[in-house]
């Protein structure tokens, strides 16, 4: 069975430009998480989406936005890119909205120039 | 104060050494607990859950003290594989569930 899938791996952007990641869940799992991971710090909380629904959002700007779709599958968006933004986003399913075991994805890596 | 607190290492030892990690936490309501390993460039994976009994998977031992608000990881017999950073993890559900990680503590086992 595949993992939580994220795309793309890596990508390179410039300040003031706006990124899309995308992440599919483990087939069955209802509950996608985004966190933002920077070099040396533990994963921080962005937004949990459950049945479609955001269920939490952690302390970031409204640069930051996502959905999820009926598939599941969610997006995460960041506009108006800042040097700061360079970080480690990883995408995790969970089958339920209140589960502390969380399936990560391999992540998708962003450097903002 | 941060919400979840651990020293970042690195703690190097020689194989079969027996290592301990601590972690704190702030939020005296937050209801599970556990430990992540996430080796280097990759992805958090779950280690184990921490109960109030504590418990044991095999060379892994960890204990919960509420009181204190305090976790610990003991690894036994280090072997080389286990050099990984550890995540402490703390569950809290208020209005919405939010998993908060730690900054993690760095193991280094040389042979």
């Known amino acids: 069975d595949a993992g939580v899938t994220q795309s793309p791996t890596h990508l390179i952007k410039t300040r003031g430009q706006q990124v899309t990641l995308r992440c599919s869940p483990i087939?069955?799992?209802?509950?996608v998480s985004w966190y933002q991971q920077v070099l040396g710090q533990g994963p921080q909380f962005i937004f949990q989406y459950y049945e479609k629904e955001e269920r939490g959002r952690g302390n970031f700007p409204d640069r930051f936005s996502a959905r999820q779709f009926p598939n599941y599958s969610s997006e995460l968006n960041v506009n108006a890119l800042l040097l700061g933004d360079s970080a480690l986003y990883l995408c995790?399913?969970?089958?339920?909205?209140?589960?502390?075991?969380?399936?990560f994805g391999e992540g998708s890596r962003l450097t903002v120039l | 104060r941060k919400e979840v607190e651990q020293d970042p290492g690195p703690f190097n030892v020689p194989e079969g050494a027996t290592v301990a990690f601590n972690c704190t936490y702030s939020n005296s309501a937050s209801q599970s607990f556990f430990w992540y390993r996430q080796d280097c460039r990759k992805e958090p994976k779950l280690l184990m859950s921490?109960?109030?009994s504590g418990n044991e998977d095999g060379r892994f031992t960890a204990q919960l003290n509420r009181a204190s608000q305090y976790i610990s990881l003991l690894i036994r017999d280090s072997k080389l594989s286990d050099s990984a950073t550890y995540l402490c993890v703390v569950f809290t559900n208020s209005g919405y569930s939010t998993l908060t990680f730690g900054k993690g503590t760095m193991l280094l086992v040389s042979p």
């Open positions: 921490v109960y109030s």
């Open positions: 087939s069955g799992h209802k509950s």
């Open positions: 995790a399913s969970s089958l339920y909205q209140l589960a502390g075991e969380l399936f």
